[in-house]
């Protein structure tokens, strides 16, 4: 399904009944209506952060559901489309924390490879439908993928914004993780928490206090 570690780490998953019986859902859906993102890039945040490679977690809520836009990974959209409101306000967050400049692109392919996991808590959505796949199946599979990360031996940076996001809080039970956890940068919610935060200094704090490389956050360098 991904070609690297995820695989055998969601083994039990990939072989179950049910997760079969999920994925004709999902063909079906594909099939007769227009969804978003395109099918081969449903599970792009695994195949670009192994498991092994996870040293920090976006949990977004569902794809964008505009033409063009969702590629995949939480709050990133495809080279060349507009920046949605939600990802401007948190480069100006970015820009406030670590004095990074905003980038021009919202293509977060680089953080990804950095080791931050974008990962949606619903994987895919109908056209101009927000929300339209909650509570099909998916959530089954995504919070398995918070558990499976909880088990982690190093330490792991979850990054919750929202109240959607909040709700994977409970499966973080292992001590030696950080949950950073603040209102969701939406333009009705930034300024009530998210703005200030500074999740992206208490991210690479809390990865030099334990013998981890940082994240270089700079989406302007190579």
């Known amino acids: 399904m991904i070609g690297n570690d995820w695989d055998e780490k969601l083994k039990i998953i990939w072989q179950s009944e049910g997760f079969k019986k999920f994925l004709t859902i999902i063909d079906k859906e594909y099939a007769t209506k227009t969804i978003f993102p395109p099918k081969d890039y449903i599970f792009n945040a695994l195949k670009l952060t192994p498991y092994a490679n996870t040293k920090v977690v976006i949990v977004g809520q569902d794809p964008y559901h505009g033409t063009g836009e969702a590629h995949g990974l939480s709050f990133s959209v495809q080279e060349g489309i507009k920046i949605p409101p939600s990802l401007q306000n948190i480069f100006k967050e970015l820009k406030d924390d670590l004095n990074i400049p905003i980038a021009n692109s919202g293509d977060l392919t680089k953080w990804g490879k950095e080791g931050v996991l974008m990962l949606n808590a619903v994987l895919t959505v109908v056209k101009d439908t927000p929300a339209s796949h ?3 199946g ?3 599979l995504t919070d398995y993928i918070i558990k499976i990360l909880n088990q982690k ?4 940076v979850f990054i919750l914004w929202g109240k959607f996001a909040k709700e994977k809080a409970k499966y973080i ?3 030696w993780h950080l949950i950073i956890s603040s209102a969701h ?4 919610s930034a300024h009530s928490g998210f703005f200030g935060s500074r999740p992206f200094s208490k991210t690479n704090a809390f990865l030099k206090q334990n013998n981890l490389k940082e994240i270089d956050w700079n ?4």
Do not use: D, I
Not at 185 to 188: C, D, I, R, V
Not at 219 to 222: A, D, H, M, S, V
């Open 173 to 175: 039970t292992n001590p």
């Open 138 to 140: 998916w959530e089954r």
């Open 185 to 188: 940068p939406s333009p009705f």
């Open 219 to 222: 989406l302007n360098t190579k």
């Open 153 to 156: 031996k190093e330490p792991v």
């Open 134 to 136: 909650r509570n099909l």
